[in-house]
């Protein structure tokens, strides 16, 4: 569903007229796909570029049963954090952030690398962190957490309520939020298929079931 709705986005933003890149770490153990796959594997109708950032989250995901290799919880955050750091700096010294960017990010660690680097030696540079908050416990480290949510030129919540707690518990200025509850696009739901064939084809009788 993560994945599902991010290339979403993406394929949004890029329907209202931006350039996008995708910016995702990479995990050394799982197979290496071409963009186009990609693409056409989240059915993808408006295209945009795809990037990957090296990173050791392969060491820190969850112990699957019956496979046996170095589990380091720690390391995967960090590397991903250095990344950011890294492609911050690249972007900065190539004059990619002299034009007017926006690094939308869900992950605490890349956008604290935008952050720190915008209010340190690029400061005249126009760019905007836009941070997608998902709850108020979302990520650690809480230093870096709490900082993008108090100083981030925009702040995308998924409900209201979310909204109302970033203001009441954070000091998160009101007009730097926006809500936008997760969706899916609508071709995503579509189906020529009705609720009675559904019944004949599932075996189900015609009466009311989930409410």
């Known amino acids: 569903a993560c994945t599902i709705q991010q290339m979403a986005m993406c394929e949004a933003l890029v329907e209202n007229d931006a350039a996008v890149t995708l910016i995702y770490p990479r995990y050394f153990d799982a197979p ?5 796959e990609i693409l056409d594997f989240y059915s993808v109708e408006k295209e945009f570029r795809l990037k990957t950032l090296p990173s050791l989250l392969s060491l820190s995901k969850p112990l699957v049963d019956g ?3 170095i589990h380091v919880p720690v390391i995967g955050g960090l590397s991903v954090l250095f ?10 010294l190539s004059g990619a952030l002299d034009q007017p960017t926006i690094i939308y990010s869900r992950s605490v660690n890349i956008a604290y690398a935008f952050y720190a ?14 941070f ?11 230093k870096y957490f709490h900082a993008l949510l108090r100083n981030a030129d925009a702040l995308v919540c998924i409900s209201h309520a979310l909204k109302t707690a970033l203001i009441e518990k954070m000091g998160s200025p009101p007009e730097k939020i926006c809500v936008a509850p997760d969706g899916v696009k609508k071709s995503f739901l579509a189906t020529e298929n009705n609720k009675q064939n559904a019944r004949e084809t599932l075996g189900l009788p015609d009466k009311r079931i989930v409410l």
């Open 83 to 92: 990344s950011g750091w890294a492609l911050a700096l690249k972007m900065l």
């Open 132 to 142: 997608e908050v998902h709850s108020l416990d979302q990520q650690t480290p809480k």
């Open 32 to 36: 290496k796909l071409a963009d186009s």
């Open 67 to 69: 496979k046996k290799r």
């Open 117 to 130: 680097l915008k209010k340190s030696v690029a400061r005249k540079k126009p760019i905007i962190i836009a």
